[in-house]
């Protein structure tokens, strides 16, 4: 993958999608743990919220993709949506390609739904 690392040291991975469109992803660099369990987060931006709170209809709208999700799920950042997979921080590259997929063609997707733009 070609990315830069920004200055919290994550990457930051930007693709071209389908129909023209781009969609940027991160990879962050540090790694959470629960109990024995390490997980980095993959993830990607969807939504920008314009006085940084949500309307009820997009947050419920994102709720429910985040039920019917195989793989993670909405967050609040600030005043972005982000679509976020954590997966084990000794993933194979396999495993991370399937990640980056995901999060690439979901948050992608929910972008065009929600704001018809192609901002990130």
């Given at each position: 993958?070609?990315?830069?690392?920004?200055?919290?040291?994550?990457?930051?991975?930007?693709?071209?999608?389908?129909?023209?469109?781009?969609?940027?992803?991160?990879?962050?660099?540090?790694?959470?743990?629960?109990?024995?369990?390490?997980?980095?987060?993959?993830?990607?931006?969807?939504?920008?919220?314009?006085?940084?709170?949500?309307?009820?209809?997009?947050?419920?709208?994102?709720?429910?993709?985040?039920?019917?999700?195989?793989?993670?799920?909405?967050?609040?950042?600030?005043?972005?949506a982000v679509f976020v997979v954590k997966?084990?921080?000794?993933?194979?590259?396999?495993?991370?390609?399937?990640?980056?997929?995901?999060?690439?063609?979901?948050?992608?997707?929910?972008?065009?739904?929600?704001?018809?733009?192609?901002?990130?």
């Amino acid at each position: 993958y070609q990315y830069e690392v920004d200055d919290d040291g994550d990457y930051k991975l930007a693709f071209d999608m389908d129909e023209g469109r781009s969609q940027l992803a991160f990879v962050i660099s540090a790694v959470e743990s629960f109990g024995e369990m390490k997980v980095r987060e993959v993830w990607a931006p969807a939504y920008r919220a314009t006085d940084g709170e949500f309307p009820a209809k997009i947050a419920n709208r994102l709720l429910e993709d985040s039920h019917s999700s195989k793989l993670g799920g909405w967050v609040k950042q600030g005043d972005m949506a982000v679509f976020v997979v954590k997966l084990a921080a000794d993933a194979s590259p396999s495993q991370l390609d399937d990640a980056l997929d995901f999060v690439l063609r979901t948050a992608d997707q929910m972008e065009l739904e929600l704001t018809g733009k192609d901002e990130f």
